[in-house]
């Protein structure tokens, strides 16, 4: 909770395939959240987008020249995107700064991302960005799906494997958004998920409109593939909340904050605490790796640890054992055994 006692933004990361409506689907929800006399709070990561439909706080296009990026480094535009992006977290440390300042006065922070999903999948930037993210404030991952593309069973199980690598890989509450519902209706999608052999059916009834008359109306490789990855995912779906959104229209855009305030809940009942304990055992180690160290650098030192034997006095021993031939005789200068013992208590013992 925040000082004055208002609840935590939640974080709307929205990540999905080039072309399935990020942008879009941004400008809708932005003009929603000003029906509703709450504005929201939208960064855009986007550094190659030519122009964006809504007005964006924190813009990356205004700290970073994508195409002076390609230049630079001679890449190309995929390429300059992920370098692009990759240059912006190494600062997004303020980003974040700017975005806590504002988290009183706004109930949602929106984050529109580039097309390129190997952001999210394998790249540093996307998992600087997830973990700064969720580590300060409640945060939700919105996939957008291209709805009509997905109409064909393999498309599909495409966008399905990604956003399952991406939930997997940012651990945090993910809501699918089928966009587009205006064109093609999101109801096959959600009964391909809830029955496999809906599925199946829908399958079976591709491969007989592929193998035409002719065909011999085995499985190919394909399908059985497909099979395969759709009975893996049979536990992946149950966790999902799907809902249908027309950017154009506005349908469904209620619905889709309403389980985004299901996910916040999710996240601080179930992701913060394991979060928290995720850190405190990333602390745990790097603690028991310091002491290791210190250890074996005092072992090294020939510096004894006589306060842990039973009834022994550490200022009563002899802390250093000088054992370099040729040495001189002891000077007779008194050695302070207090500091001594204090200098190896700063090391935590």
């Known amino acids: 909770m925040l000082k004055s006692g208002k609840k935590q933004p939640i974080v709307i990361i929205t990540i999905g395939m080039a072309g399935s409506g990020k942008t879009t689907f941004v400008q809708r929800i932005n003009a929603h959240l000003h029906q509703r006399n709450s504005p929201p709070y939208i960064v855009n990561l986007d550094p190659a987008v030519a122009h964006v439909p809504f007005d964006a706080n924190i813009d990356i296009r205004d700290t970073v020249n994508y195409e002076e990026v390609m230049k630079q480094y001679n890449l190309g535009p995929n390429g300059g995107i992920l370098t692009s992006l990759n240059l912006f977290t190494t600062k997004f440390d303020q980003v974040l700064n700017l975005i806590e300042k504002r988290a009183e006065t706004v109930d949602y922070v929106i984050l529109d991302t580039p097309g390129q999903i190997e952001i999210f999948t394998w790249s540093a930037s996307g998992a600087i960005i997830t973990d700064a993210i969720a580590s300060s404030l409640p945060t939700v991952v919105a996939y957008i799906i291209d709805t009509p593309r997905s109409v064909a069973p393999a498309t599909f199980m495409s966008n399905m494997l990604y956003a399952c690598s991406i939930l997997y890989k940012t651990r945090l509450p993910f809501v699918l958004v089928f966009n587009k519902t205006d064109v093609t209706p999101h109801d096959f999608a959600v009964g391909w998920m809830k029955d496999f052999e809906a599925f199946q059916a829908a399958l079976a009834e591709r491969g007989s409109q592929v193998d ?12 059985s593939l497909m099979t ?67 250890s074996r650098l005092m072992k090294d030192l020939k510096v004894r640890e006589p306060w842990k034997g039973p009834g022994r006095d550490p200022r009563e021993d002899s802390w250093v054992e000088a054992e370099a031939e040729g040495e001189e005789e002891d000077s007779g200068e008194d050695i302070d055994k207090s500091e001594c013992f204090t200098y190896v208590r700063g090391y935590g013992f």
């Open 212 to 223: 035409g008359p002719n065909g011999n109306g085995e499985p190919t490789y394909m399908d």
């Open 228 to 294: 395969s990855m759709s009975l893996v995912l049979d536990e992946f779906y149950k966790h999902l909340t799907a809902v249908g959104v027309s950017s154009v229209t506005g349908e469904g855009v209620a619905d889709f904050f309403k389980a985004v305030d299901e996910a916040g809940i999710e996240y601080e009942n179930e992701y913060r605490p394991e979060n928290e304990r995720l850190m405190k055992q990333r602390e745990d180690i790097l603690r028991d790796h310091q002491e290791e160290s210190v």
